[in-house]
């Protein structure tokens, strides 16, 4: 059974910062695999935020988010981090965490939804101007 669990938002003013959570349960769930944040703001279509691969170095962003957020992950807790700085107002959506493919290279992007088969029940991320 796979379960992730999305924490860490909330109601922050522009110019702050938050710090979202998602824990992976289940046997094998989070090992060698890529994890990535989403958001989906209403009306909008859901975009990829930020991704890696949970047995490699490397980390990939879309380019609205570069040199604000940070991706991150601690493989003993089977956790994926995104470290939110200098929100504004188009950060408000609704932030998803997702499994996808267990492979480092090769097929869909990172950044791209599709391969992606397991997703948390979301975040709210708020930020008011």
């Known amino acids: 059974h796979v379960q992730l669990v999305e924490s860490g938002g909330g109601a922050v003013q522009t110019g702050g910062s938050l710090k979202l959570s998602c824990v992976a349960y289940?046997?094998?769930?989070?090992?060698?695999?890529?994890m990535a944040w989403f958001r989906q703001a209403p009306g909008q279509k859901r975009e990829a935020v930020a991704a890696l691969y949970t047995a490699g170095d490397s980390t990939f962003y879309v380019d609205s988010v570069k040199g604000r957020f940070t991706i991150s992950r601690d493989n003993a807790k089977k956790t994926v981090y995104l470290q939110m700085n200098s929100l504004n107002t188009e950060d408000t959506a609704m932030y998803y965490c997702?499994?996808?493919?267990?492979?480092?290279?090769?097929?869909?992007?990172?950044?791209?939804?599709?391969?992606?088969?397991?997703w948390g029940q979301g975040t709210q991320v708020t930020v008011s101007s």
């Open positions: 997702a499994r996808g493919p267990k492979v480092r290279s090769g097929g869909y992007c990172y950044l791209e939804s599709a391969p992606y088969n397991y």
């Open positions: 289940g046997e094998g769930v989070y090992d060698n695999a890529r």
